[in-house]
């Protein structure tokens, strides 16, 4: 496993790092048990993975708890990264895949950092990030200021912002690269979705922002679990893909499978590689639901990517090939 600067700080995160929303959630089609989880996530850390990416929204704390679990008495051995601005102390309850009311005021923010602290059996997060924060949470100056004093008083290390819920958010990423001061950006990134991330590289590098991507393999395209004949469950996230871009996309692949194969590589392996071989990545969050994703996942970590001319030259494919399919979402 290899490893990279967490933009400003002084962090090392390793390039794979693990996406603690599966191991909560069943909303891959797949629940996995808590015994399973925590048996992954210590696997996860022999493969080399230090980095740890997780929400409060995740089961309502759970896969903070099952983090806190595998990782007793190791804390400063693992990275983690936790998300806030979900009012889950609330009564309401979350439908499905539907938003919960946001919270972003200064009280909140360190009254969730508080609880999630707790969960975690630690006193301090690596990264706090605001959890798909839109553009008013963004420009409210109290909660910034909150953020600053829990670095002061050591409960964070670090802040950043986790765009979403879906593709997009190219204003709210620029602005806090710029404005706020933050250390990482999460974002959707991969080789058929390559916008607005993209667009985002220019700022990262110079505003010295790691920029962490999830979604690497499109929700299961490039990895072949997601064709038009896949039966998803309600609870999967991925039913909201279109049956036509998931058509469209499958195509696409046949144009990226001669430069997969001239490498020897697989198109799970180019999709990977391709997110690794941009610098201002410092790590990419694949789904991963089982302990044969995370042995195949950590072995893409070589440090064999591609060059520039090879990522101009797909970057050109996209422009005329793949951009069509961000308009059939």
């Known amino acids: 496993m290899r490893y990279r600067r967490l933009g400003k700080s002084n962090i090392l995160v390793s390039e794979i790092g693990f996406g603690a929303w599966t191991i909560a959630l069943d909303w891959w089609g797949k629940k996995i048990d808590d015994d399973y989880a925590v048996k992954m996530l210590k696997h996860a850390y022999d493969l080399g993975i230090n980095f740890f990416d997780t929400a409060d929204i995740y089961g309502k704390g759970k896969s903070e708890m099952l983090i806190a679990k595998a990782f007793k008495d190791m804390r400063d051995e693992v990275v983690i990264s936790t998300k806030f601005g979900y009012d889950i102390y609330s009564n309401v309850e979350q439908i499905g ?65 986790a765009l979403g819920p879906a593709i997009g958010w190219k204003d709210e990423g620029i602005y806090a690269m710029e404005r706020r001061g933050i250390t990482a950006l999460q974002t959707v990134y991969n080789i058929l979705e390559q916008e607005p991330a993209r667009q985002f590289f220019p700022y990262a590098k110079a505003n010295d922002v790691g920029i962490l991507v999830r979604v690497p393999d499109a929700s299961g395209v490039l990895t072949g679990k997601l064709t038009p004949n896949t039966h998803l469950d309600k609870n999967d996230h991925r039913a909201f893909r279109k049956r036509a871009w998931i058509e469209e996309a499958i195509k696409r692949l046949e144009i990226l499978k001669p430069i997969a194969d001239a490498k020897g590589w697989s198109i799970n392996e180019l999709a990977i590689k391709f997110i690794l071989s941009e610098q201002c990545v410092s790590s990419v969050l694949p789904t991963v639901t089982s302990i044969d994703e995370l042995d195949s996942y950590a072995a893409i970590s070589d440090g064999k990517y591609l060059s520039s001319d090879e990522l101009k030259a797909i970057s050109e494919m996209y422009d005329k090939d793949f951009v069509m399919l961000q308009s059939i979402q």
């Open 97 to 161: 895949h539907s938003e919960l009311p946001q919270r972003f005021d200064a009280k909140y923010a360190r009254y969730a950092l508080e609880k999630s602290l707790e969960r975690l059996e630690s006193s301090y997060v690596d990264v706090f990030n605001l959890h798909n924060p839109k553009m008013y949470a963004l420009t409210h100056n109290p909660l910034f200021l909150t953020l600053e004093q829990l670095r002061a008083e050591g409960k964070i290390r670090h802040y950043g912002a």
